[in-house]
């Protein structure tokens, strides 16, 4: 697709949008773009473009042009000026609804977008947003703008999150398509727009408001035979895929899996001829036996005829592309990583065929419940609507800016608006049978009615990083270059934080541990946030020997937030919410970390509160297996003690003294006897921690008292401890 970037109230425009769309060049190929008030100017080159003789140079659109449907160079100037990054699949629909004459899905958006405000007779910002967001629910398609009209600018970007967007108002208001963007040219507090979200930046007065979007839901739930509901399923997903089919050739991100299958199969089935119209691509590690992905792949291929690319990377191979993928994505979460490398070597096989469209399976693991974790979930429906709506923080941007980086545009049929609606409201025994240890049981049973085989429709998922083995050679090279972990392999070559987080943290196992791992992904965790609650009932907050938290956060030599509360069961979250404001204005923190593993109570509250203050929410440890959790916080060097219990099965002898292997494996027998939680999910134990692998000094008990309520309920009162020097 295209490149965005603009800046506003900044002395340095002109120069700051040339740096700009160098650093994104690879997002259009076609051609540059700039615009100010009164002037505008396109070259091929960003160096190319001239400074005009202009009284207004303080405010610059820009725009670097992936031309897809005629030509039309942006920014678009009309009564206001647009630069947008979109892919509207009904545009000719909406020209001909509306009576507009445009030339692409571009000029239909400028041109939709004031047709829409010139009929407002108020003309106050909630109303031209509210507007706005009316016409945006209209379009189906992808798509992120900036449209600049007198003294405001208005920005957007498609529900799910889809199209980047990043922005600050750290020196005026800048932004851009990727954060390397504005980063790169000098600006910090870069932030990334939440997709429900629109908005409005006023020169005037250098403000910046937020009008809030509605999203999907996931009630009613669709009540219809499920031959019904399957029905529908299939005609909404074969749209999807056939609104995305461009008049050029176009290639298929393929692993022979379930997923990816289905859509090239559709491709055949809506009369696209494999080697003449399409293209799969699959890539994998040269290895001694070839990745699974790619023997999959092979076989299907010519089972199905299907035309494929296989790319094999050597080990060296790997090196080099990790030196170029690792800075693109901005991140060094390894997972991430691996399945980056993976697009990445395909989509550099696909650049060199001169493909510059590519489909990509994203999105029905979130859907349809194709993870491992959802078989544990507790409520599939919702779970399924969090991974939807967080999907723009983990995958898509990794997504595109791989994609144009290799100026191909990433088109993606199940994250299709209408698709998306439709699955959330299917019922979770159709996503997922628990009887038969099956995962997106609609798509299989709708790929077998298609006449795809058992062999698609019934493969297990295998993570794109392990189907490829770049997992596996990412954990070769860090051993051959001397490195512990594969994370510190890669912070080579990203070596500044990914983000700053503050973390909610109750003193206890879950949220010390949510911590570490987030820190050794490359987050810098800025604070601490400690809410006090003076209900021992509270739902939300952990309450046993919280005021120790402050010595805790000494060891670890971490500032803490601290925020009383009374503990009504809404009035907390309003003092939660306080908290982690203090903590943004204090610490500049972009996101929020949490403990939770299984309780969407408190993970859904938490992320209300994140998404009203801008922030990102993290629950690392969502859904993992419990006893494999508590194996882990031992083998990794924490120690604590069971702060209370309350559970048939426990006494007060589990309370005041360091856990132990053995200690865990009494709680999985207790779990296969009597259900008890291993990790006390139900409420069976709360827990302090004395020592961690982030921890600088370790906590020592001198003095506690031990209050046993009855036979099965107890809890330590801690009335002395101090920090001690680690062996």
């Known amino acids: 697709m295209c490149g965005i970037t603009g800046f506003f109230n900044n002395e340095n425009a002109f120069e700051l949008t040339q740096q700009s769309l160098k650093i994104m060049k690879d997002r259009g190929l ?15 080159d960003a160096d190319e473009l001239d400074l005009p003789e202009s009284e207004d140079i303080d405010n610059i659109l820009g725009h670097c042009l992936h031309s897809m449907v005629d030509f039309v160079r942006q920014p678009i100037t009309l009564k206001g000026k647009i630069s947008t990054n979109c892919e509207i699949y009904n545009w000719k629909e909406l020209a001909e609804k509306y009576g507009i004459t445009a030339r692409n899905d571009s000029e239909l958006l400028i041109e939709l977008i004031e047709l829409k405000l010139q009929n407002l007779n108020d003309t106050s910002d909630e109303t031209i947003l509210q507007a706005m967001d009316d016409l945006l629910a209209e379009i189906i398609g992808v798509y992120a703008f900036a449209y600049w009209k007198d003294n405001k600018v208005y920005v957007a970007r498609d529900i799910i999150g889809i199209k980047p967007f990043w922005y600050t108002i750290s020196d005026g ?20 727009l939440n997709p429900r979200e629109i908005l409005v930046y006023d020169l005037s007065d250098r403000s910046l408001q937020r009008f809030n979007r509605k999203f999907f839901s996931i009630v009613p739930e669709d009540s219809r035979p499920f031959e019904t509901i399957k029905e529908d399923f299939l005609k909404l997903l074969e749209n999807a895929v056939s609104v995305r089919i461009p008049d050029e050739k176009f290639g298929i991100l393929f692993s022979g899996g379930l997923d990816s299958t289905v859509i090239a199969y559709l491709c055949k ?24 992905d790619i023997e999959h792949s092979l076989r299907l291929a010519e089972d199905l005829g299907l035309d494929l690319n296989v ?11 990790l030196k170029a993928v690792v800075p693109l994505v901005e ?33 029905a693991d979130e859907l349809l419940a194709g993870y491992d974790r959802h078989k544990r979930s507790t409520d599939i429906s ?8 967080k999907i723009y923080e983990k995958n898509t941007y990794r997504d595109d800016v791989v994609a144009m980086n290799n100026n191909i545009e990433l088109r993606v049929p199940y994250l299709d608006r209408r698709f998306v609606d439709y699955c959330l409201k299917i019922p979770p025994q159709y996503k997922i049978n628990t009887e038969l240890d099956q995962n997106k049981l609609i798509l299989r049973e709708v790929a077998r009615d298609i006449g795809l085989p058992d062999e698609v429709s019934m493969r297990r998922k295998q993570a794109a990083q392990y189907g490829s083995r770049f997992d596996k050679a990412i954990g070769k090279l860090t051993k051959k270059t001397g490195y512990r972990t594969k994370t510190e392999y890669l912070k080579q070559f990203y070596g500044q934080p990914i983000m700053k987080l503050g973390v909610l943290f109750s003193s206890g196992k879950d949220s010390n541990y949510a911590m570490h791992i987030m820190q050794q992904q490359n987050y810098a965790v800025e604070c601490l946030i400690t809410i006090k609650s003076q209900n021992p009932d509270s739902y939300m907050f952990h309450t046993p020997n ?21 503990g009504e069961k809404e009035i907390e979250l309003e003092d939660m919410k306080n908290a982690i404001q203090r903590a943004k204005d204090e610490f500049g923190i972009e996101g929020v970390v949490t403990g939770a593993l299984y309780s969407n109570y408190q993970r859904e509250r938490i992320e209300r509160v994140c998404d009203e203050l801008g922030l990102k929410a993290f629950s690392p440890l969502w859904h993992i297996d419990q006893e494999k959790e508590m194996k882990q916080l031992l083998s990794i060097g924490f120690e604590f003690i069971f702060s209370s219990i309350a559970a048939y099965g426990l006494d007060k002898s589990w309370v005041g003294r360091t856990i132990d292997e053995k200690d865990i494996e009494r709680l999985v027998r207790l779990n296969e ?6 990790a006390g999910e139900g409420g069976e134990f709360e827990s302090f921690v004395l020592d961690g692998p982030m921890y600088n000094k370790k906590i020592e008990i001198r003095e506690l008292d031990v209050v046993e309520l009855d036979e099965y309920t107890a809890k330590v009162m801690i009335k002395d401890a101090v920090l001690v020097d680690k062996d």
């Open 173 to 192: 208001f800048a932004f851009a398509s990727e954060k390397k963007a504005l980063a790169r040219t000098g600006f910090s507090d870069i932030k990334e």
């Open 382 to 389: 919702r779970d399924c609507y969090a991974d939807i709506l």
């Open 546 to 566: 919280i005021e120790l938290a402050q010595l805790q956060a000494e060891a670890m030599g971490i500032p803490l937030i601290e925020e009383i509360t009374p």
């Open 269 to 292: 089935m809506l009369g696209k001829e494999p080697g003449i119209d399409f293209t799969c691509y699959t890539a994998g590690l040269e290895d001694v036996n070839l990745p699974p």
């Open 673 to 678: 006897k009597i259900g008890l939680n291993v």
């Open 311 to 321: 790319r094999k990377i050597s080990l060296e191979g790997v090196e080099e592309y």
């Open 331 to 363: 991140d060094t979460n390894v997972p991430k990583v691996g399945v980056a490398m993976t697009m990445y070597a395909a989509c550099v096989a696909a650049r060199e065929d001169g493909i510059r469209v590519m489909f990509s399976g994203s999105g």
């Open 30 to 44: 076609d051609c540059m773009g700039i615009c100010g008030h009164d002037w505008f100017g396109f070259s091929k």
